[in-house]
């Protein structure tokens, strides 16, 4: 994969296709290869321009030391769109994705033509932000506990009821999950990132197309908070995928897929 710098930090980055340009983020402790089994097929079978990245802090990108202010990875991501997109570009984003997507809208408005947030919020409430430090602080010290342990807790935050009963969906991500496990400061960062306060009053600056994709079962980013979202940004839309977590862009991709590639012709 290629690199550039961006806002001091070297990031990896993968541009495929022609088209209106699409940035895709990824999630916290995520590759920007979470995308490309759903997602990317699907945008460049609409014809779009796709361009992923790994975030500060995950391979093969850098991992400074932290902490990573959001406002730091919505800095990264505007370099990046500068130095490789050359101009404005539709994002999509999922769960920390989102947030920077959203940030992005705000601080760089000139970079985003429009913007689809996959699981978000614009602020944490008591148990959110308790999860989040849990999380964090089980990727930092994974020595306290078994690796099937840590894939079962991070199964039941980003599926929903109805995969964990698939026997066959749960036992491929359990094994997966259990065989390459999420370990280190970098997704530990990360996920602390998305502790930003309450951006709901800033939010209100935003001035571009947004639509809101809430997923009904989802744990971490529940529908109620991505509402909150919607309602702070003038005239965004909201949309809610029912029988799906956290990870319903995987869970139910071609329901996600049509949804955003009908708001990305239109915007």
């Known amino acids: 994969m ?14 495929t296709g022609s088209g209106p340009p699409v940035l895709l983020v990824s999630p916290a402790a ?7 089994l759903h997602q990317v097929p699907a945008l460049l079978a609409a014809g779009h321009r796709v361009i992923t990245f790994d975030s500060r802090g995950t391979a093969p990108s850098a991992c400074p030391p932290g902490p990573y202010p959001l406002a730091e990875l919505v ?24 947030m920077i997507g959203q940030e992005l809208a705000l601080a760089h408005p000139e970079l985003v033509a429009s913007a689809v947030l996959l699981g978000t919020r614009a602020r944490a409430d008591h148990f ?8 964090a602080d089980r990727v930092r ?19 929903s009821p109805r995969t964990l ?15 390459f496990p999420t370990t280190g ?28 994709v809430a997923f009904s079962d989802d744990l971490v980013m529940p529908p109620a908070l991505g509402k909150e979202v919607a309602d702070a940004i003038p005239g965004a839309k909201y949309a809610e ?11 139910r991709p071609q329901v996600v897929n049509r949804i955003l590639v009908d708001f990305l012709s239109r915007t």
């Not at 010290?141 to 599926?159: I, Y």
Request: proline share 5%; aromatic share 6%.
């Open 128 to 135: 959110r932000a308790a999860m989040t430090r849990a999380s």
């Open 30 to 36: 995520s590759k920007a290869g979470i995308w490309d």
């Open 2 to 15: 290629p690199t550039i710098r961006s806002n001091g930090v070297e990031l990896s980055y993968t541009d």
């Open 141 to 159: 010290r994974p020595e306290t506990g078994s690796a099937e342990h840590a894939a079962v807790a991070m199964m039941c935050q980003l599926f």
């Open 165 to 179: 009963a698939d026997d066959r969906a749960a036992a491929d991500w359990l094994d997966v999950l259990t065989a």
């Open 75 to 98: 800095a990264d991501a505007a370099g990046l769109i500068r130095a490789v997109a050359g101009g404005p570009v539709r994002v999509v984003g999922a769960s920390l994705g989102a």
């Open 241 to 251: 995928v029912p029988g799906c977590g956290h990870f319903g862009f995987m869970e």
């Open 185 to 212: 400061e970098g997704p530990a960062l990360q996920y602390e990132a998305t502790l930003a306060g309450d951006r709901r009053e800033a939010l209100g600056g935003v001035r571009r197309p947004v639509l809101v």
